[in-house]
């Protein structure tokens, strides 16, 4: 479903991302792991269109998306859910939802979609006429997933959800990335909490310094002894 | 005295609100300052002297202009802007302040560098009390500001479009991450905020009977006070801010005279905001 081959990225005039291959198989949840730095989320970054890559090819359903625009990738089906959450500030919750689902065109899906949003996060029917910047920072995170959910993704980028939330939180967004893989969605994962990724992932790569050094099944990057020692805590 | 001060005020105000509208709806999106903004004001006041002069139809000579200068905006945004996107934001700032000057030769060498009159008059009937004495005119002033106002609230907060709209001047870069073309987004404020201006252009110049190449400069100063103390992109801070400008201005005119010159009072006003809050009004830390 996405073929990355050979990219590399500048941020002004250093290199974060270099000669970077990887694959993301239909249906297959892939996660990228790697320090913070490394490189990670100007990968997704690049893939969603937000940035330009210096050199190497992305191909999204055997399509080359090089050249196009942010808005055009997600309505062929790539949604983020971006790091830091990035819910619109001063819009409501359900008005945050209303973006997610803006380029959709079909209401009785749209409908159907909220409420499996809403079904998955009770607490944001309760709030759906609150200001995003209300929210604690669990439910910002629970709204930026929703509002992925209900542009039905079909390719799903998902950045650092686990940063800055509470342990039992933590559980809870990994559970819904784990939902939404079941019911067919891929997703690409991107990860500083490698055990976690790890447990729910398919397949992995791991990144350091906008370079991989290793690739795998999640099983054998788990067993992994140089990830057991860099990424998992020993 | 008081109290037409205060009428006056409110006409002077509305046309500051209209003015700064612009500059609030392109910052709210791209964080650009648009000084050449006001070199689109002036367009609008030479396009309603081009039309009016000859057809004696205000409405046709505000349209005209507004659709004129929508165009202008547009070409802007298109090749002084776009290009320099996602560079330092001093960039964007030389490149506007320098078009504005251009623009002001520019109606210097075309239309002359003397004062053209633009004398309208409305049928329209004033409103007079012993207190307060109003023109048809200003009248007509405040009602089609409110108008203009009115409309833009409606869509902002009541269309698909508005919502877009407002999803993109908190985060752009999400919102076209989230299948909203922002292209398309940023090219509607500056048809609106140009078209606004455009309007104020012919009012200004109906207003004071006078349309010359340099009327741009004091609006484009007092416009930048105005968004700043209303709290940068915010617009209804924008509006709150034109009328409390102008009626700042001329209510020292009452109390303190002209001892002051009133053009000093907008940055007056601006430096006390920005001791006292710097974020403006309506305006929130980011």
């Known amino acids: ?234 | 005295m008081v109290v037409q001060q205060i009428a006056n005020g409110v006409v002077l105000g509305s046309l500051y609100a209209l003015v700064a509208l612009g500059l609030t709806l392109v910052y709210g999106v791209l964080r650009i300052l648009h000084v050449a903004h006001a070199g689109v004001f002036v367009l609008g006041a030479y396009v309603g002297v081009l039309v009016y002069l000859p057809t004696g139809s205000l409405a046709l000579a505000i349209v005209s202009a507004a659709v004129v200068c929508s165009l202008a905006g547009l070409i802007m945004y298109r090749f002084l802007y776009r290009p320099v996107l996602g560079r330092p934001p001093l960039v964007p700032l030389i490149i506007s302040i320098g078009a504005f000057m251009f623009l002001e030769d520019l109606y210097r060498l075309v239309m002359g560098p003397y004062i053209k009159s633009l004398p309208v008059t409305i049928r329209a009937a004033g409103f007079e009390t012993a207190a307060v004495r109003l023109t048809g005119y200003q009248l007509f002033i405040v009602a089609a500001a409110a108008g203009l106002l009115l409309g833009l609230w409606w869509l902002m907060r009541g269309t698909r479009l508005g919502l877009a709209w407002r999803a993109s001047a908190q985060d752009l870069e999400t919102a076209a991450a989230h299948g909203i073309n922002t292209d398309v987004i940023i090219g509607v404020c500056f048809v609106i905020g140009s078209a606004i201006a455009a309007v104020a252009g012919v009012m200004v110049g109906g207003y004071y009977n006078q349309v010359y190449p340099s009327m741009g400069s004091v609006p484009a100063y007092k416009a930048l006070a105005v968004i700043v103390l209303g709290g940068m992109g915010s617009v209804p801070g924008t509006v709150i801010a034109g009328l409390a400008l102008g009626l700042a201005e001329t209510l020292t005119m009452v109390w303190v005279g002209t001892f002051l010159p009133r053009d000093a009072i907008a940055f007056l006003v601006l430096i006390l905001m920005l001791l006292v809050k710097p974020t403006g009004l309506l305006g929130r830390a980011s």
């Open chain 1, 1 to 234: 479903m996405l073929d990355i081959e050979n990219l590399t990225v500048h941020y002004g005039h250093s290199v974060a991302v270099s000669g970077v291959s990887l694959t993301v198989g239909e249906g297959e949840l892939v996660t990228l792991v790697g320090a913070n730095g490394a490189g990670k989320t100007t990968i997704l970054r690049t893939v969603m269109g937000l940035h330009r890559p210096t050199q190497g090819s992305i191909r999204y359903q055997g399509r080359d998306v090089a050249g196009l625009r942010p808005w055009v990738r997600s309505r062929m089906g790539v949604v983020m859910i971006p790091e830091g959450r990035r819910i619109f500030p001063e819009l409501t919750v359900l008005e945050n939802l209303r973006i997610g689902a803006y380029a959709r065109t079909d209401r009785d899906g749209v409908a159907a979609d909220l409420e499996k949003a809403y079904a998955m996060f009770p607490i944001l029917r309760e709030r759906a006429g609150q200001i995003g910047r209300t929210l604690s920072g669990g439910q910002q995170q629970m709204l930026a997933i929703a509002r992925a959910l209900v542009a039905r993704p079909k390719l799903l980028l998902v950045d650092e959800i686990s940063l800055g939330l509470a342990p039992i939180l933590v559980d809870e967004v990994f559970r819904a990335v784990e939902t939404l893989h079941r019911e067919g969605v891929t997703i690409f994962l991107v990860e500083q909490n490698a055990r976690k990724a790890l447990e729910i992932a398919d397949r992995g790569y791991v990144l350091s310094s906008g370079r991989l050094v290793l690739e795998g099944t999640a099983a054998e990057l788990r067993a992994n002894p140089e990830v057991k020692k860099s990424y998992l805590g020993g």
